[in-house]
């Protein structure tokens, strides 16, 4: 007898149990404030609890938490955005913007983490979900399942990202060793 | 991505091992705050209805006590229009896309759908926000000229000025939104074009 398929709360435990990190991650990618941060990281799990509901295995368990929580978050961003007003930025704009480079990035990893952390924080919601899928580690096919990008484009932010990411951050890297 | 340069690399050890603030809770817990959450969105509508339900009940007073069969039709015109409002208001707010949705939607159709879902929005004031309230105002306005009280001087004169203002207002409201609905556009566009390079 085939074994009986998982329930809401067992697909939630599983999801919190592999990706709470990343979720946390995700969600100060997300937003700056720490207060609204929690609240948004609540409401991510709130919408994957409830969104397991309906989970019927199309994609895999992977894809589906980070749709979730990309798809809350960016609903988020697009609600913050009409309170402040706030200007984003895509990645072929921060390709061309000549690049700060600063020595210490490399020495001071809380300094390097909060600049990269302003970085992905400044870039458009799709854009933001490529630079999040490739920091985590996401292989190209992945990040173009969870961003609904075609593979061609997915490697041409890419390159973007491997772009901009080097000219920020490669040069102190260098400094610092 | 397997010929990753060391930076990168660093990158994202950085990136993956950041401190995490251990916010963790426990599915009860989820389970209650999403039912307080639902509460809290009743209330937030609810609230909402009965402002708008209470301007409503405000002009009907009036219609009872209105002498004049004109501005009682203008009245209920007016009452129609708002009940359309509060109902396209209530109609719009719930299609707001459900967690399982987001689960089978990719970013980009996510944000797409709510970029098209606010455009259209924006974009249809006249029909939903603006228009069912002008038959009521134009009726009223036609009473209250009819009328004509003795008592107010340069009656003609204020009665312009109220209206060209009231005009420049509904104008101002529909160039506004009729703004947003093209910036929201020109974002659509950058996501289609991303889409029809597949």
Redesign the interface.
Known sequence: MPAPPPTQ?EL??EA?DTY??AL??LA?AYEADAEVR?DL???I???????F???DG??SLRT?VY??A???A??HV?RERRNKSQTLVGLEELESVPAHRDGEL?AD?RY??ER?LELVQSLK??DR?VILS????L??GSIG??????P??VATK?HRI?NV??RR??EG?RHGE | ?ANE????D???S???N?P??G???S?DE??H??GK?QKKIYRRNAREYVAGLAAVVFIAFEFWRMPDALTRVGMGLMIAGMLYLIWQLHRKGSAR???????????????RR??ER?RDLVGSVWSWYLGPLIPGWVVLMVALARINPGHLRHFGLTFAAFNLFAAFAFVFVWKLNQRAARRLQRRIDE?NA??G??
Not at chain 1, 45 to 51: K, T, V
Not at chain 1, 134 to 137: A, D, Q, S
Not at chain 2, 97 to 111: K, N, Q
Request: aromatic share 10%; net charge positive; with cysteine.
């Open positions: 709360d939630y435990r919190a709470d990190a946390e991650r100060r929690r990281l609540q409401d799990h709130i919408a994957l609890w409830r969104s509901e309906g989970f199309r994609c589906w749709r979730v990309h798809n809350t960016a609903s697009i490399a990893r390097a983490l990269l919601p799709l979900q490739y920091l985590e580690g292989d190209a399942e969870i961003t609904g990008i075609s061609g484009n890419i491997k990411l080097a951050f490669q890297g | 991505m340069s060391p930076p990168n660093r990158l994202k950085l990136w993956q950041q995490s603030e916010i963790r809770m599915v989820i389970r705050r999403a959450f896309s459900l967690p399982a949705e987001m689960g089978l939607a990719s970013g980009l159709d996510f944000f709510e970029l606010q996501l991303l889409e390079q597949r």
